[in-house]
């Protein structure tokens, strides 16, 4: 599957086992992990498909907040704040999932 994000195609990759996605500097276990250098998403599917989505989301967002540059999301040394980045994630999956048939909306659609 590819994703654009900020114009840019991500390659998503599902992989098993936590041990197949880590953190390229910390080397630690994650449930996926967006690579710049080699636009790709990897994502552990060895979950529940909440979790799966909700790291789908996790990891586009860090793409939305490195391609748009969107610095409240960001320390003050430029990393990104996991903990928002998790929360929005999970609003995002939860409102997705919860109304799915929200795909684009057009002027028609909210004037219904």
């Known amino acids: 599957m590819i994703v654009k994000i900020a114009g840019m195609p991500y390659t998503v990759i599902g992989v098993h ?25 990897r994502i552990d599917v060895d979950n529940t498909i909440e979790r799966t989505n909700q790291t789908f989301w996790h990891e586009v967002i860090h793409g939305m907040i490195e391609g748009y540059r969107i610095r409240e999301l960001m320390d003050k040394q430029g990393n990104h704040l996991e903990h928002p980045i998790d929360q929005l994630a999970t609003g995002i999956f939860n409102v997705l999932n919860d109304n799915f048939q929200i795909k684009v909306i057009t002027h028609e659609d909210i004037l219904k």
């Open 17 to 41: 086992g936590s041990k197949a996605v880590s953190h390229e500097v910390s080397g630690n276990n994650l449930y996926g992990e967006i690579s710049y250098l080699n636009s790709s998403i």
